[in-house]
């Protein structure tokens, strides 16, 4: 696809690789479009840890409501996220519907109502409810919500949205061969090392399962 | 030097390993039935409407995916059709 390949020259630009990835496979078949929508926490993690490439294996294109965008520009990587809409491979919608809001909003509610919510400020997780509303449009074609936090992917569940977080698909690529083992645990500890939230726990749980699987 | 990002809602509670495994093979269940699905909509798109609908709406009364119908009804045929020592 040529937007993957204009991603792949643009985000060379920014990262180093990880392991095994040197480049961006074009999809198996170009006339399949692997959609999913992304909450900033993913997209984060996959930045901090240089894995951008992973999940263009994964997914032709990302959909994020516009309320991310503030985020990105407060995680310093507002500059990566417009490189990444040039390319075509990041879609961000800023038409949510008045009745789309609504819903969000009321989603918004009930994530800063969970006992495991420590922000408890509804406006403060509006991206993750609209994010949540773009998964519930039938004609976006998205498969999944990257979804991180706990509360929030609660709320995806409970409206019957598919949800992966980013170790998931470290997992997914490890299985596949696409990274062995050793890249999940240096990509999920380089992100602990830059403040994300992933304990030392799961860090060694999801390297031991992996490693005992290889 | 590699770049730093600040991480997001770092007081929040994320996934535990269990739900991250679990994420990954329900993961790659969807993608491999939305490959096929694809796939074969690419086959039966061709079909006039209304036949494509359809199926689509048999296959949801039958808590089905087309791919999985039209699957059955080749392997019927090929069934109905192949040679004794074929079959064999």
Redesign the interface.
């Known amino acids: 696809m040529l937007s993957c390949n204009l991603c792949k020259t643009q985000w060379m630009d920014?990262y180093?690789n990880i392991g095994k990835i040197t480049e961006l496979q074009i999809p198996m078949?170009p006339?399949?479009l692997?959609a999913v929508v992304s909450n900033?926490?993913p997209l984060?993690?996959a930045?901090?840890s240089?894995c951008i490439p992973i999940l263009f294996q994964?997914y032709d294109q990302i959909h994020i409501p516009a309320s991310e965008l503030k985020?990105y520009d407060?995680?310093?990587?507002g500059q990566e996220i417009r490189a990444l809409m040039d390319a075509s491979v990041l879609v961000v919608h800023k038409d949510l519907t008045a009745s789309e809001k609504k819903a969000a909003n009321a989603v918004a509610e009930e994530i800063a109502g969970y006992h495991?919510?420590?922000?408890k400020d509804p406006a403060h997780h509006l991206p993750e409810s609209e994010a949540i509303m773009l998964m519930l449009r039938s004609d976006l074609g998205a498969?999944?919500l990257l979804i991180?936090?706990?509360?929030a992917?609660y709320a995806a569940q409970r409206r019957g949205v598919?949800?992966?977080?980013f170790?998931?698909?470290l997992?997914?690529a490890c299985?596949q061969g696409i990274i062995d083992p050793e890249d999940v645990l240096s990509a999920l500890e380089e992100?602990r090392r830059?403040?994300?939230?992933?304990s030392p726990?799961?860090i060694k749980?999801?390297y031991t399962?992996l490693k005992r699987s290889e | 030097m590699k770049k730093n990002y600040l991480p997001h809602e770092p007081e929040e509670e994320v996934l535990s390993a269990e739900d991250a495994f679990r994420d990954s093979e329900q993961s790659e269940a969807r993608w491999q039935n939305f490959e096929r699905d694809q796939k074969l909509r690419r086959l039966l798109v061709e079909l006039p409407e209304p036949s494509f609908s359809k199926l689509e709406k048999l296959a949801q009364q039958r808590r089905r995916t087309v791919a999985h119908l039209v699957e059955e009804a080749i392997t019927s045929l090929v069934d109905a059709f192949a040679l004794p020592e074929e079959k064999a």
Do not use: M, N, W
């Open positions: 920014f180093t078949d006339l399949i692997r900033t926490g984060i993690s930045l901090q240089g994964f985020e407060k995680h310093g990587a495991s919510t420590r922000d498969i999944e991180d936090e706990l509360a992917r598919p949800i992966i977080g170790p998931g698909i997992i997914r299985q992100c830059q403040g994300t939230h992933y726990k799961l749980k999801v399962k």
